[in-house]
C-alpha cells in the first residue's frame, strides 16, 4: 500500500502561492519547448449536448518525473441544487515507479495555473511599461488573472473589468477586488492601482494595453477597429471548438504564440482564423515556450499586437499539484490516505 | 467541498465477494449490448518500451449514473525495489452532477471483475457439464479466475494449473488453491476438487472441458491440434496490441464471442486471426452481452469449440467500484476526505 496525500481547496490555497505558480508554469513551457513533456490525447464527452461533459486531461512531465491527469466536469444544472459547475480532480503519479504520490482539487490549481498562464503571455509578449489591464470576463478565472499580472506588472495602474453577460458581476469584483488579493492571494497592492467595472466594452479596449479574455463565448467580444497599436492578448477562455472571443481579422497581423499549437488550433482562440484562412498556420510565430527559451523573439515592435493563446494541458496541473504537494508534505498539511 | 471515500485494497476484500462481482459484470455486459454504456478511447503510453507502460481507461454506465476511470500503470523494474509492478486506481464519478464518489485501489477490483468475467465467459458458452478446468497463467489473475468458475460450475471436479515460463509459480498455486480459496474469497468448496500444478500443457489442453488463459504470453502456448471437440476458451491475457495465448488457427472453426468487438479487435485475442483473415469480423457471433440477454445463441452444439475474448473495459472496474463504495458506506469501512 501506498500513503497518498489528498489536498483540498482549503489546504492548497495554504501552500500554494501565485509567485511560485508563474514559475512552475514558466518551467512547464521551458520544458514542453525543449521536448521534455508529453501530453497524451484528449478525452472528452458530453453527456447532454451544452448542459453537461467531462473531459481527461493527462500527459507526462519527463524531466520531473512525474504523470497524470486531470478530469473536469462540467454540470450547467448543478448551481440549482447548490453544487458548484465546474468540478476538477487532479492525480499526480511518479513516473519511475508508477505509484501514486496525490490527489487534489482542480479548481483551484486550474485558477493558479490559468491565471498564471495569461500573465506569463503578457510578460514576454506586452509592452513592459503597460499600464491599463482590461479582464474581460468576472467569472471564477477573473481574479486570479488580474492577481497574476499584477504581480508581473508593477507599472500597471489602472484594472478595467468588463463582464459581457452579467454586468454586475464586473461591478461586485472591482468593488472586492483588494480584499480578494488580499485575502485570497496575500497580495498588498500599495501603489495606487484602481478597480473599475466597465460596461463600454469599445471605449475600455481602446485605452488599454494588455487584455485578458476569460470568457465562455462563442461570438467574437471585441472588434478589430477597437484596438489600438501595441495591445497584447492573452485569450485563456477559448478551451472547446466553437469557442471565440476576439474578432477573427485581428489575427490578420498579429504576432500569434500559442501553449501547444496543434491543441490550439483544434479548440482555442485560434481555432475559426486558422480554419478560415486569416491566420496561415506557418503565420504561427510560435508557442510560448520558444520565446520563454529565447528561441524566438516575442513582441517586435511597440506597435505590434500580439496574442497568446493558451488552451491549458494537463502539464500545467500536474506541476502545479506537485509543487502543492511538495509544499504541503513539508508543512504536515492534509489527509494521507493508504492505497 | 464533497465527502469522498477512498478504499484501499484490505478494506476493498472485506466489502467485496465473488458472487456480487459476477452479478454486476453480468449486468455490466447487459447493460453494453442494450446500449447504455460508452466506453471513451483508450490512453496508453509507453514511458520505456517493454518496461514501463500506463494506461487510462474510461466510461460511463448510463443506466447507473456513473462515469469514471481507471488509472493502471506497469513498471516491469518495481519488483526490485519491492513495490508491485502493476498499479491501479479507480476513479467513480456522479454522472448526474459531475461530483466524485470514490477512489478506489485497482489491483483487488481487477482481480475479481477479471476473474468473473473468465467465468461469465465459461457459464454462458462451455458445456454446463463441464468437470475440468485448465488455468494457463498463476499470476495475480489466475485465483480469480479459479474462485469464479468453481462458483459457477458445481460440476468441475479437477482444476489444472499450468505456469508456462515459472512452473514452480503452478505447484505453489495449486498446492495452496484451497487456503486462497477460503481466507481469499471466503469459499469452501466440499465436494472434494483437485488442484494440480501440470507441466506437460498437450495432454492437459486434451483433457480440459474449459481453458482460461491468463498470462502475458505474445506467442500462441495452445496448438489447435490439441483442442477436443466442445472445449471452451475464455482468453483474458490478451490486452495489448501483439499479445496472444491460443493458436490462431483455433479460431478458423470455433464460435467466438468479445466483451468489445472493437477493442478486441484491436489490442484482444482474435486481433492476430483477425488481421491474417483467419476470423473473418463477420463471422464474429457477438458480444458476450448478446448471449447474456438472449439475443444470440451461444454454444450451438455439444462438439462445437467456444472462445470468449475479454480484454475489459474500464465500465467493469467502475461498476465493480461502485459496488464495493456502496458496500463500505453500509458498512461504514473506508476513509471520507473531504475534497
Known amino acids: 500500500m501506498f500513503d497518498l496525500r489528498v489536498l483540498n481547496k482549503e489546504e492548497i490555497k495554504e501552500v500554494l502561492n501565485m509567485n511560485d505558480v508563474i514559475k512552475i508554469v514558466e518551467e ?30 493527462s500527459g507526462w512531465l519527463k524531466g520531473y518525473d512525474i504523470f497524470g ?12 441544487k447548490g453544487i458548484p459547475a465546474l468540478i476538477g480532480i487532479i492525480l499526480v503519479l511518479d513516473a519511475t515507479t508508477g505509484t501514486p504520490i496525490g490527489i487534489l482539487d482542480g479548481a483551484h490549481v486550474t485558477g493558479m495555473r490559468t491565471g498564471a498562464s495569461g500573465a506569463i503571455g503578457a510578460k514576454y509578449l506586452a509592452r513592459s511599461n503597460s499600464e491599463t489591464l482590461l479582464m ?13 499580472t ?18 454586475e458581476h464586473a461591478d461586485r469584483l472591482a468593488a472586492s477586488m483588494p480584499d480578494i488579493l488580499r485575502e485570497e492571494f496575500g497580495i498588498t497592492v500599495d501603489r495606487g492601482v484602481g478597480f473599475h467595472a466597465v460596461r463600454d466594452l469599445e471605449n475600455a479596449v481602446k485605452d488599454s494595453d494588455i487584455i485578458i479574455t476569460a470568457t ?17 492578448f492573452s485569450c485563456v477562455g477559448a478551451d472547446m471548438s466553437g469557442k471565440e472571443e ?40 510560435g508557442e510560448i515556450g520558444d520565446v520563454v527559451t529565447g528561441r524566438v523573439t516575442g513582441r517586435e515592435s511597440d506597435g505590434q499586437i500580439t496574442v497568446f493563446d493558451a488552451t491549458g494541458t494537463a502539464l500545467l496541473d500536474l506541476l502545479t499539484g506537485k509543487l502543492a504537494l511538495d509544499a504541503a508534505a513539508e508543512k504536515e498539511i492534509g489527509t494521507i490516505v493508504k492505497l
Chains 1, 2 share one sequence.
Open 150 to 167: 499584477l504581480l508581473l506588472f508593477p507599472t500597471v495602474k489602472n484594472v478595467m473589468i468588463h463582464a459581457p453577460l452579467h454586468p
Open 136 to 148: 474581460v470576463g468576472a467569472g471564477h478565472i477573473a481574479a486570479f488573472e488580474i492577481a497574476a
Open 216 to 232: 465562455p463565448s462563442k461570438t467574437p467580444l471585441i472588434k478589430k477597429e477597437w484596438v489600438k497599436p501595441g495591445t497584447h
Open 69 to 80: 491527469l486531470k478530469v473536469v466536469s462540467w454540470f450547467g444544472g448543478n448551481e440549482k
Open 28 to 57: 512547464v513551457y521551458r520544458l514542453k519547448a525543449e521536448g521534455g513533456t508529453t501530453v497524451f490525447p484528449l478525452i472528452f464527452h458530453e453527456f447532454e449536448p451544452g448542459a453537461a461533459d467531462m473531459d481527461i486531461k
Open 246 to 285: 476576439i474578432d477573427p481579422e485581428i489575427f490578420a497581423d498579429a504576432r500569434v504564440f500559442t501553449d501547444d499549437t496543434e491543441q490550439c488550433i483544434n479548440v482555442g482562440e485560434i481555432e475559426i482564423p486558422v480554419a478560415r484562412g486569416i491566420l496561415k498556420r506557418e503565420a504561427i510565430a
